[in-house]
């Protein structure tokens, strides 16, 4: 449906649809009786896109995420609020954001007004696939492009944005979550200096952060990890992984 113009080397398209299955109790989206329901949920595949023509673009990961709200007498639906920090981890702009926010709502508006039933129990399960693509650049060979590509991999998990007030089972501690998303420092290398020592590598993977990776610098001791490797860790572990300082504390998390 639509195609982002984006930072050099990376593109963003989108398509949207309907998926009655969605609605199956399998999925577990928390629906508010007596209300119409709007389900979204976001597929995302990551791709890298291939200068040749002869070699074929790669599916490098995939993910989804979603959230429902009920039909408060036609008030704004509250989507972009809830989609747009993960779409931040794409690299995705503000307004690249907004448009594809504008357009799944009025997807979803423009369905509910199409159904005839007066009945005002009905469900619309809304699909937003997107492809965030990485785009292979002159003189830049696969392996180079594979290795700065965006994916679902070098990002924090996922989980970490789907909400239990949208979903059932999500059996993850609530305060943790919020914890390692919205309270663990995480900046994106673009043009900020990561470590004073040019040799710098993630104390967990042995690698150098990257161009449009994220990193997270320990407010505990100041160690700096990627931070789809800390966060990762840290789900388990209240330490640091170097040091053994405390990261936080696991009674208030309620983790055991």
Aim: proline content about 4%; hydrophobic content about 40%.
């Amino acid at each position: 449906m639509a195609d982002c113009t984006s930072r050099v080397g990376f593109e963003y398209n989108y398509n949207l649809w309907l998926d009655y299955s969605l609605i199956s109790k399998d999925h577990g989206y928390r629906l508010t009786h007596g209300h119409n329901n709007f389900i979204f949920e976001i597929r995302t595949n990551f791709i890298l896109k291939k200068i040749r023509s002869e070699d074929e673009d790669e599916i490098l990961d995939s993910e989804e995420f979603g959230v429902c709200f009920s039909d408060d007498n036609g008030a704004p639906l509250p989507l972009h609020f809830f989609i747009c920090y993960r779409l931040e981890d794409y690299w995705m702009t503000f307004d690249e954001t907004s448009a594809l926010e504008r357009g799944a709502v009025a997807f979803a508006r423009q369905t509910a007004a199409a159904a005839t039933s007066a009945n005002r129990d009905l469900v619309f399960p809304v699909v937003i696939g997107i492809d965030v693509c990485t785009v292979q650049q002159e003189g830049e060979t696969i392996g180079e492009a594979r290795a700065r590509a965006i994916r679902s991999k070098h990002m924090v998990p996922v989980f970490l944005y789907q909400l239990a007030c949208f979903r059932l089972d999500q059996n993850r501690s609530a305060k943790l979550c919020v914890f390692l998303r919205d309270v663990l420092p995480r900046t994106r290398v673009v043009d900020v200096v990561v470590s004073d020592d040019e040799d710098f590598v993630c104390p967990m993977c042995s690698k150098r952060p990257w161009f449009g990776v994220q990193v997270t610098s320990l407010p505990c001791c100041g160690r700096t990890f990627h931070s789809h490797c800390i966060v990762t860790w840290l789900e388990h572990n209240h330490v640091c992984p170097s040091c053994d300082s405390p990261v936080y504390d696991p009674d208030y998390m309620h983790l055991y």
